[in-house]
């Protein structure tokens, strides 16, 4: 049987469908788990022998910068998504390239203590320790030791108020 032009092109532009449909399908559960394996997964800048999570502390995909001293999350500390807590720092009274590398390779260290919620998109600068039960709200900039108990928000992070503790 004889094709003509006309027919070779509807083939060729059938079997380029068939395919597109097929690969899309393929894809489509794939891409989902690499997002979701994202969203749990802590992006580390630095040395990560610098890092200290317990295990049962839940991070998701928070960013650890390490450059300019240690990180430590206490028991039951949680994250919501997209943390970002930052020890590296630069001299701003340096310029250029002495600027670009002018990193401080210890002095800021953050704790974040035991059983801490720090939500969604928080902010946390070195050097600081986010006291025990404390709760950062979503958005916030925390640059400042956090009491424990306390529920700070805003940038910068102001106390919002305090949670009362159970008797034990
Ligand atoms: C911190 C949080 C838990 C407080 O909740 P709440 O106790 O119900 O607080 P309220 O809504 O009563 O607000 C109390 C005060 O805090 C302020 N506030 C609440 N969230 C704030 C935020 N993210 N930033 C700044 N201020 C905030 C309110 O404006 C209010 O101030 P006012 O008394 O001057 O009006 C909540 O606001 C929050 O940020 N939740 C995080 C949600 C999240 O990230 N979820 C993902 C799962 S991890």
Redesign the pocket.
Known sequence: MDVDAQQQQEIVALVEERVAAEVEARLAPLVAEAVQHALWSPRVYGDERKLHLHPTAVVNDALFNLSSGEITVEEYA????GVSILTGTHDITLFDRERQVGVPKSGRDVVIGRGA?V???ALVLGPCRIGEHA??????LVRADVPPYA?V??VP?RV??TITQRPS
């Open positions: 949680f994250f919501g998504h919620w939500s969604t998109n709760v950062v709200a979503a958005g916030s529920v928000g805003g992070a919002l108020s």
